[in-house]
């Protein structure tokens, strides 16, 4: 989905949306029970269902990062099939003041850059499904944190 906005190959070339550390490792991406069933994950992968998300156990590498175990040699074992959250990251869909909003993390310096107006004309085309997700799946709504940036609201 955010390809609309970042090349493959930038991310590619990054991946730290695939790597945590011990402070950071909240943000792991968890599937919604119907992204979890559709890829086939149980049984392949050790996970665990927290406010109706199943996120997969990560383990450390030798750098002291926890690695997504769907992170191959050649990108996402999932494709274009990843879980939401991983599909539109660095967004978030976030509660500021009873309001549904999208928001941008300064973790990815490459999407942080971007205005405002710059992100919502990338994703105007993905934009109803976002709107969408979050009416259908309330537990997508993240805790907004100090190190996002505001980008508009979702719900009018």
Request: aromatic fraction near 12%; hydrophobic fraction near 35%.
């Amino acid at each position: 989905m955010i390809t609309t906005i970042l090349k493959r190959e930038t991310c590619a070339e990054c991946l730290i949306c695939c790597h945590y550390t011990d402070e950071d490792v909240w943000d792991a991406p968890g599937f919604t029970k119907k992204e979890f069933e559709k890829n086939s994950i149980d049984g392949n992968y050790h996970y665990y269902c927290s406010n109706k998300l199943f996120y997969l156990e990560m383990e450390k590498n030798s750098k002291n990062e926890y690695v997504c175990p769907l992170l191959s040699d050649k990108g996402c074992k999932l494709g274009v099939n990843k879980p939401f959250k991983c599909a539109i990251w660095p967004l978030y869909i976030v509660n500021i003041n009873h309001k549904i909003a999208l928001v941008v993390s300064d973790v990815c310096p490459n999407v942080y850059r971007l205005s405002n107006k710059e992100i919502l004309h990338g994703i105007k085309c993905i934009l109803p499904s976002i709107q969408t997700m979050a009416r259908n799946y309330p537990e997508l709504i993240e805790q907004y944190r100090d190190n996002y940036r505001f980008v508009t609201y979702l719900d009018s």
